[in-house]
């Protein structure tokens, strides 16, 4: 169990670097969880959400792309077959168990792997003309030194192309799931609903532009949009999506099996609805 999970069991706060490391682990205890979650299923268009931020990202030709948060590397599923000889793809991720996984999968001449933080990234200035990111920045506290170190190594009309998850608000029957799960999460944690896990500026124009464009080097929102991914009305499909996140995956297999009887009873009440649509959200910015 993570210092950021003993913490809350204590009924004390965890700090940002507690944060950090805890998602550190869960990816390490259920590598690949993030395409295992979001990878099988589609909009209405029938695009999965790395298709949704492929389809805008590779609008425009590049030469050096980052992939911010890269994980396991599945984005490279969508970028490989647009990725130019002579380009370049450098995949970035904190977590190093992923790392390998990418390493071990993709082995090509223009990819590099590197172990870092989204702050602190050892790239050179001007270095990079596109930078993607799929289902990281709502996990993020510190945006602001996100925005000035993005803005510092993409060259001039670089973009930098998120997808991340939207409020659950955003969908009225996932926002009724998701309270299920959040009651049990919250009679075992009490402080749950009281952590700052991410950066609410994200969820509207105006905190992206004070967070984005308020860096200087970053000079317009080029999109900033909602979409939702259908995922079926059966137990096993939403289950795949909630049991491995980052507060679910770390609760004792008694209190997840707990969770899920009370998930499945939830998704019967709402039938004969054959999808719960999850929220999410595509931006675009340019330097």
């Known amino acids: 169990m993570?210092?950021?999970?003993?913490?809350?069991?204590?009924?004390?706060?965890?700090?940002?670097?507690?944060?950090?490391a805890h998602l550190i682990g869960a990816h390490k205890i259920a590598p690949q969880m993030t395409p295992m979650a979001f990878a099988n299923y589609r909009n209405h268009e029938a695009l999965n959400s790395y298709q949704i931020?492929?389809?805008?990202?590779?609008?425009?030709?590049?030469?050096?792309c980052l992939d911010l948060g890269c994980g396991d590397g599945h984005f490279l599923n969508y970028l490989l077959p647009k990725l130019q000889q002579g380009s370049h793809y450098v995949g970035v991720d904190m977590g190093p168990t992923e790392l390998a996984i990418a390493q071990k999968?993709?082995?090509?001449?223009?990819?590099?792997?590197?172990?870092?933080r989204a702050q602190e990234l050892p790239l050179e200035n001007n270095s990079i003309d596109l930078v993607v990111s799929h289902m990281v920045i709502m996990l993020m506290d510190d945006l602001d030194s996100l925005a000035q170190e993005l803005g510092r190594i993409l060259r001039k009309n670089g973009?930098?192309?998120?997808?991340?998850?939207?409020?659950?608000?955003?969908?009225?029957?996932?926002?009724?799931?998701?309270?299920?799960?959040f009651d049990i999460i919250e009679r075992e944690l009490p402080l749950v609903r009281s952590l700052h896990t991410g950066d609410s500026r994200i969820y509207s124009r105006e905190g992206?532009?004070?967070?984005?464009l308020g860096q200087g080097r970053f000079t317009k929102v080029e999109a900033n949009e909602g979409f939702t991914i259908r995922v079926p009305n059966t137990i096993e499909d939403i289950w795949s999506m909630l049991k491995d996140m980052y507060l679910i995956g770390a609760l004792p297999v008694k209190v997840k099996l707990e969770i899920q009887k009370a998930v499945e009873a939830g998704l019967q009440s709402i039938l004969p609805e054959p999808f719960v649509e999850y929220p999410m959200r595509l931006v675009s910015f340019v330097t």
């Open 53 to 64: 931020l492929a389809r805008v990202a590779l609008l425009n030709t590049f030469n050096d």
């Open 105 to 116: 999968t993709f082995n090509d001449t223009r990819l590099r792997f590197i172990l870092a």
């Open 208 to 212: 992206l532009e004070e967070v984005f």
């Open 159 to 181: 973009r930098f192309v998120a997808v991340y998850g939207a409020p659950a608000i955003e969908s009225p029957k996932w926002q009724f799931i998701r309270k299920i799960a």
């Open 2 to 20: 993570s210092r950021f999970f003993d913490k809350l069991r204590a009924n004390a706060i965890p700090t940002a670097s507690d944060w950090e």
